[in-house]
Protein backbone atom coordinates (compact mmCIF):
# COMPACT_ATOMS: atom_id res chain seq x y z
CA UNK A 1 0.00 0.00 0.00
CA UNK A 2 1.12 3.48 -0.05
CA UNK A 3 0.76 6.01 2.78
CA UNK A 4 -0.27 9.74 1.42
CA UNK A 5 -0.01 12.94 3.60
CA UNK A 6 -1.87 16.06 2.66
CA UNK A 7 -1.41 19.49 3.75
CA UNK A 8 -2.87 21.36 5.02
CA UNK A 9 -5.30 19.17 7.09
CA UNK A 10 -7.64 22.04 6.94
CA UNK A 11 -8.16 25.76 6.55
CA UNK A 12 -10.24 28.83 6.23
CA UNK A 13 -10.17 31.09 3.71
CA UNK A 14 -11.37 34.46 2.79
CA UNK A 15 -13.49 34.27 -1.12
CA UNK A 16 -10.87 35.65 -3.78
CA UNK A 17 -7.97 34.33 -2.06
CA UNK A 18 -6.02 31.17 -3.42
CA UNK A 19 -5.19 27.41 -1.18
CA UNK A 20 -2.52 25.62 -2.75
CA UNK A 21 -3.25 22.33 -1.30
CA UNK A 22 0.15 19.19 -0.90
CA UNK A 23 -0.42 15.94 -1.94
CA UNK A 24 3.20 13.56 -0.98
CA UNK A 25 3.26 10.01 -1.45
CA UNK A 26 5.95 7.38 0.33
CA UNK A 27 6.80 5.66 -2.72
CA UNK A 28 6.86 6.53 -6.75
CA UNK A 29 3.81 6.62 -8.59
CA UNK A 30 2.51 6.80 -12.29
CA UNK A 31 -1.12 7.85 -11.61
CA UNK A 32 -2.26 10.86 -8.94
CA UNK A 33 -6.23 12.30 -8.76
CA UNK A 34 -7.56 14.83 -6.92
CA UNK A 35 -11.13 14.86 -5.89
CA UNK A 36 -13.36 16.90 -4.15
CA UNK A 37 -16.07 16.24 -1.63
CA UNK A 38 -18.64 18.69 -1.25
CA UNK A 39 -20.59 18.90 2.40
CA UNK A 40 -22.86 15.59 2.13
CA UNK A 41 -21.93 14.35 -0.51
CA UNK A 42 -19.82 11.91 -2.41
CA UNK A 43 -16.79 11.96 -4.37
CA UNK A 44 -15.97 13.55 -7.52
CA UNK A 45 -13.21 13.54 -9.50
CA UNK A 46 -11.38 16.32 -10.58
CA UNK A 47 -8.21 15.45 -12.63
CA UNK A 48 -5.64 13.22 -13.15
CA UNK A 49 -2.07 13.89 -12.48
CA UNK A 50 1.02 11.87 -14.35
CA UNK A 51 4.17 13.23 -14.42
CA UNK A 52 5.62 14.76 -16.80
CA UNK A 53 2.13 15.44 -18.36
CA UNK A 54 -0.43 17.94 -18.80
CA UNK A 55 -3.33 17.11 -15.97
CA UNK A 56 -6.37 15.77 -17.39
CA UNK A 57 -9.68 17.20 -15.72
CA UNK A 58 -13.16 16.44 -16.25
CA UNK A 59 -16.07 17.93 -16.86
CA UNK A 60 -16.53 20.89 -15.20
CA UNK A 61 -13.30 21.41 -13.81
CA UNK A 62 -11.29 23.73 -15.66
CA UNK A 63 -6.91 24.60 -15.69
CA UNK A 64 -7.65 28.15 -14.21
CA UNK A 65 -9.64 27.00 -11.40
CA UNK A 66 -7.78 24.08 -10.17
CA UNK A 67 -4.14 24.11 -11.48
CA UNK A 68 -2.25 21.32 -11.01
CA UNK A 69 1.41 20.22 -10.64
CA UNK A 70 3.19 17.19 -10.57
CA UNK A 71 6.72 17.94 -10.56
CA UNK A 72 7.84 14.17 -9.60
CA UNK A 73 6.74 10.78 -8.91
CA UNK A 74 5.89 11.10 -5.17
CA UNK A 75 4.50 14.90 -5.19
CA UNK A 76 1.54 16.76 -6.68
CA UNK A 77 -0.32 20.09 -5.71
CA UNK A 78 -3.77 21.07 -6.46
CA UNK A 79 -4.47 25.02 -6.14
CA UNK A 80 -8.13 26.66 -5.42
CA UNK A 81 -8.07 29.90 -7.49
CA UNK A 82 -10.22 32.68 -6.56
CA UNK A 83 -12.04 31.08 -3.68
CA UNK A 84 -16.15 31.74 -3.83
CA UNK A 85 -18.11 29.89 -0.75
CA UNK A 86 -19.36 27.39 -2.99
CA UNK A 87 -15.35 25.90 -3.01
CA UNK A 88 -16.09 24.89 0.39
CA UNK A 89 -15.28 20.89 0.60
CA UNK A 90 -12.98 18.44 1.20
CA UNK A 91 -9.85 17.90 -1.14
CA UNK A 92 -8.21 14.52 -1.40
CA UNK A 93 -5.83 13.05 -3.54
CA UNK A 94 -4.98 9.47 -4.22
CA UNK A 95 -2.84 7.41 -6.39
CA UNK A 96 -2.57 4.28 -8.10
CA UNK A 97 -1.50 1.26 -6.43
CA UNK A 98 1.72 -0.97 -7.59
CA UNK A 99 -0.52 -3.53 -8.94
CA UNK A 100 -2.02 -0.42 -10.60
CA UNK A 101 -5.89 -2.18 -9.35
CA UNK A 102 -6.60 0.08 -6.22
CA UNK A 103 -6.49 3.49 -5.07
CA UNK A 104 -5.27 4.97 -2.41
CA UNK A 105 -6.61 7.76 -0.23
CA UNK A 106 -5.03 11.25 1.70
CA UNK A 107 -6.97 11.86 4.44
CA UNK A 108 -8.06 14.79 2.97
CA UNK A 109 -8.27 18.92 3.26
CA UNK A 110 -11.19 20.40 4.61
CA UNK A 111 -11.51 23.92 2.66
CA UNK A 112 -13.63 26.53 4.36
CA UNK A 113 -14.03 29.72 2.41
CA UNK A 114 -16.03 32.46 3.89
CA UNK B 1 -18.61 3.15 -16.90
CA UNK B 2 -21.50 1.38 -15.68
CA UNK B 3 -23.54 2.83 -13.19
CA UNK B 4 -24.51 1.25 -9.94
CA UNK B 5 -27.43 1.11 -7.79
CA UNK B 6 -27.13 0.24 -3.81
CA UNK B 7 -29.92 0.66 -1.11
CA UNK B 8 -29.58 4.26 0.74
CA UNK B 9 -28.84 2.10 4.55
CA UNK B 10 -28.86 -0.49 6.26
CA UNK B 11 -27.82 -1.60 9.65
CA UNK B 12 -26.42 -5.29 11.37
CA UNK B 13 -25.32 -6.46 14.45
CA UNK B 14 -22.18 -6.13 15.55
CA UNK B 15 -20.35 -9.44 15.21
CA UNK B 16 -22.92 -10.85 12.57
CA UNK B 17 -22.12 -10.97 8.69
CA UNK B 18 -23.12 -7.77 7.07
CA UNK B 19 -24.33 -8.62 2.96
CA UNK B 20 -24.33 -5.09 0.93
CA UNK B 21 -25.77 -5.82 -2.35
CA UNK B 22 -25.18 -4.05 -5.49
CA UNK B 23 -26.05 -3.69 -8.65
CA UNK B 24 -24.43 -2.76 -12.39
CA UNK B 25 -27.12 -4.30 -14.96
CA UNK B 26 -24.80 -2.46 -17.51
CA UNK B 27 -21.27 -3.39 -16.70
CA UNK B 28 -19.23 -4.28 -19.93
CA UNK B 29 -16.87 -7.08 -20.40
CA UNK B 30 -13.52 -5.36 -19.36
CA UNK B 31 -15.09 -3.28 -16.30
CA UNK B 32 -14.35 -4.94 -12.66
CA UNK B 33 -16.35 -4.59 -9.50
CA UNK B 34 -14.77 -2.49 -6.80
CA UNK B 35 -15.64 -2.04 -3.24
CA UNK B 36 -14.33 1.32 -1.09
CA UNK B 37 -15.31 2.68 2.20
CA UNK B 38 -15.19 5.92 3.64
CA UNK B 39 -15.49 5.70 7.84
CA UNK B 40 -16.51 8.98 8.84
CA UNK B 41 -14.00 12.39 8.34
CA UNK B 42 -11.26 9.55 6.56
CA UNK B 43 -10.11 9.62 3.09
CA UNK B 44 -11.94 5.90 1.33
CA UNK B 45 -10.43 3.10 1.83
CA UNK B 46 -10.42 -0.09 -0.84
CA UNK B 47 -11.64 -3.57 0.22
CA UNK B 48 -11.75 -5.39 -2.45
CA UNK B 49 -12.59 -5.87 -7.17
CA UNK B 50 -13.05 -8.64 -8.60
CA UNK B 51 -14.00 -9.30 -12.75
CA UNK B 52 -16.36 -12.19 -12.37
CA UNK B 53 -15.16 -15.04 -9.84
CA UNK B 54 -15.75 -14.68 -6.47
CA UNK B 55 -12.90 -13.23 -4.31
CA UNK B 56 -11.82 -12.98 -0.49
CA UNK B 57 -9.35 -11.00 1.22
CA UNK B 58 -8.24 -10.14 4.73
CA UNK B 59 -11.48 -7.45 4.95
CA UNK B 60 -14.31 -9.01 2.91
CA UNK B 61 -15.45 -11.28 0.21
CA UNK B 62 -16.98 -10.15 -3.07
CA UNK B 63 -19.62 -12.56 -4.76
CA UNK B 64 -20.35 -11.58 -8.10
CA UNK B 65 -23.54 -12.92 -10.11
CA UNK B 66 -22.79 -15.51 -12.65
CA UNK B 67 -24.18 -12.49 -15.02
CA UNK B 68 -22.01 -9.95 -13.83
CA UNK B 69 -25.03 -7.83 -13.43
CA UNK B 70 -25.21 -7.18 -9.47
CA UNK B 71 -22.74 -7.93 -6.40
CA UNK B 72 -22.55 -8.18 -3.08
CA UNK B 73 -20.23 -7.60 -0.50
CA UNK B 74 -19.96 -9.61 2.78
CA UNK B 75 -18.09 -8.56 6.02
CA UNK B 76 -18.22 -11.83 7.72
CA UNK B 77 -18.11 -10.32 11.65
CA UNK B 78 -19.00 -6.90 11.38
CA UNK B 79 -17.24 -4.69 14.08
CA UNK B 80 -17.74 -1.40 15.19
CA UNK B 81 -15.45 0.09 13.11
CA UNK B 82 -16.97 -1.09 10.10
CA UNK B 83 -19.67 1.67 10.59
CA UNK B 84 -18.82 3.76 6.97
CA UNK B 85 -20.12 4.23 3.61
CA UNK B 86 -19.27 1.35 0.94
CA UNK B 87 -19.45 2.76 -2.02
CA UNK B 88 -19.59 -0.27 -5.08
CA UNK B 89 -18.08 0.95 -8.28
CA UNK B 90 -17.47 -0.44 -11.73
CA UNK B 91 -14.51 0.33 -13.51
CA UNK B 92 -11.70 -0.10 -15.73
CA UNK B 93 -8.26 -0.69 -14.69
CA UNK B 94 -4.88 0.40 -14.85
CA UNK B 95 -4.65 3.85 -16.83
CA UNK B 96 -8.30 3.73 -17.72
CA UNK B 97 -9.03 3.76 -14.21
CA UNK B 98 -11.68 6.31 -12.95
CA UNK B 99 -13.48 5.74 -9.69
CA UNK B 100 -17.18 7.48 -10.51
CA UNK B 101 -18.79 7.06 -6.62
CA UNK B 102 -22.17 7.03 -6.48
CA UNK B 103 -24.40 8.21 -3.01
CA UNK B 104 -23.07 4.71 -1.73
CA UNK B 105 -24.60 2.39 1.02
CA UNK B 106 -24.49 3.54 4.76
CA UNK B 107 -23.73 0.57 7.23
CA UNK B 108 -24.20 1.01 10.63
CA UNK B 109 -23.19 -1.50 13.12
CA UNK B 110 -25.20 -1.68 16.57
CA UNK B 111 -24.17 -2.91 19.74
Known amino acids: SAVISQKPSRDICQRGTSLTIQCQVD?????MFWYRQQPGQSLTLIAT?????????ESGFVIDKFPISRPNLTFSTLTVSNMSPEDSSIYLC???????????FGPGTRLTVT | DAKTTQPTSMDCAEGRAANLPCNHS???????VYWYRQIHSQGPQYIIH???NNETNEMASLIITEDRKSSTLILPHATLRDTAVYYC????????????FGKGITLSVRP
Open chain 1, 94 to 104: SVLGPSSYEQY
Open chain 1, 27 to 31: SQVTM
Open chain 1, 49 to 57: ANQGSEATY
Open chain 2, 26 to 32: TISGNEY
Open chain 2, 50 to 52: GLK
Open chain 2, 89 to 100: IVTSTGANSKLT
